[in-house]
């Protein structure tokens, strides 16, 4: 199961320099699309196969909302990273670790442990030597645009726990009630181009969409689906931990990106910063029933 949810990571932190590759021939409102028209597909034959359970009003409502932050952290990433290196895009957007508790400490009135905030500036520190290459720089409009997703991010993690909190819904009715969300709103916002792509992919860019559409949306719902249903929720968080470290190591070894002296810093401590954050919201979250009773 670790080896699973390790591949998922893989999978995720290669996602990066896959969507950057297809945002250098098209745009990123057709990748978007293709990418979700795709996903959706496939989620509806899985429910069609394994689920057909129906949804309710109140979950399709729900969905439908989850959908509209989900699909603007997308937009968010891709013209981020279409702005930026993969390198610096898996990295940066691993900030919602970090984020996430002040999100959720603002929806849910809940405390955050102060190791979360010395997570948070070990972070930061991390992301202002990332994007600074040789010398400290005014980031790029891109790292800017993937800092912005990583908060949507929070954003949307903290909508999916307050709107799911104590209701019946179903996983894979909300995931794709989401997905079809996402897929119509890429493809409305370019229905030509998304044509024209259709028409003139190659066969290199179409296994880039259907790699981002199977292996790094289908696949990694699934797996992460029943690795949670099989142990702790922060064990598999724990091993996604690990996204950021395969996003840098693929960015730099396949990608043939690079990273200078202060680059390889702020990648260090930006993993470090996000790990240390993790764990200590991981030990706050266990310790609260027991402080509780």
């Known amino acids: 199961m670790d080896l699973f949810l390790l591949l998922v990571a893989i999978v995720w932190g290669s996602s990066y320099l896959a969507a950057k590759t297809l945002t250098d021939t098209v745009g990123v409102s057709v990748i978007l699309s293709l990418r979700f028209l795709i996903t959706t597909a496939a989620l509806a034959l899985i429910w069609l196969i394994w689920n057909r359970r129906r949804s309710g009003p109140r979950e399709i409502v729900v969905g439908v909302i989850l959908g509209l932050t989900q699909a603007a952290v997308l937009i968010l990433e891709t013209h981020g990273i279409a702005g930026t290196s993969a390198t610096n895009a898996g990295l940066i957007i ?3 670790i970090v984020f996430t508790p002040f999100t959720e400490s603002a929806a849910f009135r809940v405390r955050v442990p102060r190791t979360v905030f010395a997570a948070g500036v070990i972070a930061v520190t991390g992301v202002c030597l990332l994007v600074s290459g040789d010398g400290f720089a005014t980031p790029t409009l891109g790292d800017m645009l993937v800092l ?3 908060f949507v991010r929070a954003i949307h993690v903290t909508a999916v726990s307050a709107l799911t909190r104590g209701r019946d819904y179903g996983a894979l009715n909300l995931t794709l009630i989401q997905s079809a969300v996402c897929a119509v709103i890429y493809t409305s916002a370019d229905y030509p181009g998304v044509l024209r792509a259709v028409q003139s992919f190659d066969a290199g860019e179409w296994t880039g969409v259907l790699y981002l559409g199977l292996a790094c949306s ?3 719902f699934l797996v992460q689906t029943w690795a949670i249903q099989q142990t702790s929720a922060s064990r598999v968080s724990l091993l996604m931990g690990t996204e950021p470290i395969w996003a840098v190591l693929i960015g730099v070894t396949i990608g043939r990106e690079t990273l200078a002296l202060p680059g390889t ?3 260090a401590l930006i ?5 240390l ?3 200590a919201e991981t030990r706050h979250r266990a310790s609260v029933p027991a402080n509780s009773g």
């Open 148 to 150: 912005a997703a990583a």
């Open 265 to 267: 810093a702020g990648a």
């Open 271 to 275: 993993i470090a910063g996000t790990y």
């Open 94 to 96: 691993s900030l919602v």
């Open 218 to 220: 289908v696949f990694a």
């Open 277 to 279: 954050g993790l764990r």
